[in-house]
């Protein structure tokens, strides 16, 4: 006889906070691999809390390296750096989720630029994953800027965020370089972050710790998070970034994923020609 699936909802605080008002509640679930239920077993689910659901917000930030001495809490004005080096670039179209591109090395893709409604390149590379277990003051010190530099309706509450016993919050440190030809108007472009998810290797859900359940839709929820208050964007700089997402602890399986079209894509993109890129999470 075939196993039987429990399905347990994610906290429903945790979905509203990694879900826009305007595209409604996604709901993650975690699929138990444990044999049949008796009949009068009843499906458990985690406590729920509500709490207002913020919309995106404008996320930069100066770019973290991999050492052990991360500034906790960045003070920083402005996300602009200098021009990167991408003599080294690779084409973030060829990877997949067994041949990731690692932290540091810069990928060549595409974004949608409005001033011609046209794909043009830029830059990107991944310069971090810091875990909560890892540093739970790195992590909240990312938050508490975020809700600084953002207006009310799109503040975190951690305190109203109800996660299972083996989940926990993570930040996502990447940055963006734009090319100087890349069009857009005298006033700026609009900001030229990426929609990164998480993507267990192989395909599937994201195990739970125990091993005895899986978490279906995790890594399709996260959080833009702000550094500053209403940034401006223009060609020819680097722009840092920062998104939060949840994972299990202690999992590493898993590669950060987003979609793009190639260079030169019009406004109306045929279905096929949109591909995904991989970056490693370590």
Same mark, same amino acid.
């Given at each position: 006889?075939?196993? +039987? ?5 994610? #906290?429903?605080? +945790? ?21 049949? =239920? ?14 207002? %659901?913020?919309?995106? =917000?404008?996320?930069?930030?100066? /770019?973290?390296?991999? #050492? ?11 996300? %602009? ?21 690692? @932290? ?5 893709? =595409?974004? &949608? ?5 046209? !794909? ?30 953002? !207006? ?12 299972? =016993? ?12 734009? $090319?100087?030809?890349?069009?857009? $108007? ?28 899986? &978490? ?18 223009? $060609? ?8 939060? @997402?949840? +994972? ?9 994923? @987003?979609?793009?079209? /190639? ?5 109306? $993109? ?7 890129? &991989?970056?490693?999470?370590?």
């Amino acid at each position: 006889m075939k196993n +039987m699936k429990k399905f347990l909802a994610l #906290s429903i605080s +945790m979905i509203m906070l990694f879900t826009v008002a305007s595209c409604g509640e996604k709901e993650t679930k975690k699929v138990t691999n444990e044999p049949p =239920a008796k009949s009068s077993e009843k499906i458990k689910e985690p406590d729920t809390t509500t709490s207002e %659901e913020p919309d995106d =917000a404008d996320a930069t930030d100066k /770019p973290q390296d991999n #050492s052990s001495e991360d500034v906790k809490e960045p003070d920083t004005t402005t996300s %602009e750096q200098a021009d990167a080096d991408i003599s080294s670039a690779l084409d973030a179209s060829t990877t997949t989720d067994t041949t990731p591109i690692s @932290f540091g090395q810069w990928a060549k893709t =595409a974004r &949608y630029a409005t001033e011609d409604k046209t !794909y043009h390149t830029v830059y990107v590379r991944v310069t971090k994953v810091t875990t909560s277990s890892d540093d739970a003051e790195y992590v909240q010190s990312a938050i508490d800027l975020h809700n600084t530099n953002s !207006y009310d309706f799109s503040q975190i509450d951690v305190d109203s965020i109800q996660l299972p =016993a083996d989940v926990e919050l993570c930040v996502l440190d990447y940055e963006v370089f734009v $090319p100087e030809e890349f069009p857009g $108007p005298d006033y700026g472009i609009v900001e030229p972050n990426m929609q990164f998810s998480q993507k267990n290797i192989g395909g599937g859900g994201i195990p739970s710790a125990d091993g005895t359940s899986t &978490y279906i839709g995790m890594g399709s929820n996260s959080k833009d998070l702000a550094t500053e208050k209403d940034p401006t964007y223009q $060609p020819g700089n680097t722009y840092a970034f920062r998104s939060l @997402f949840t +994972m299990v602890k202690g999992y590493t399986d898993y590669v950060l994923e @987003f979609t793009s079209y /190639p260079d030169g894509t019009g406004e109306n $993109p045929e279905s096929g020609e949109m591909y995904h890129a &991989y970056f490693a999470n370590k």
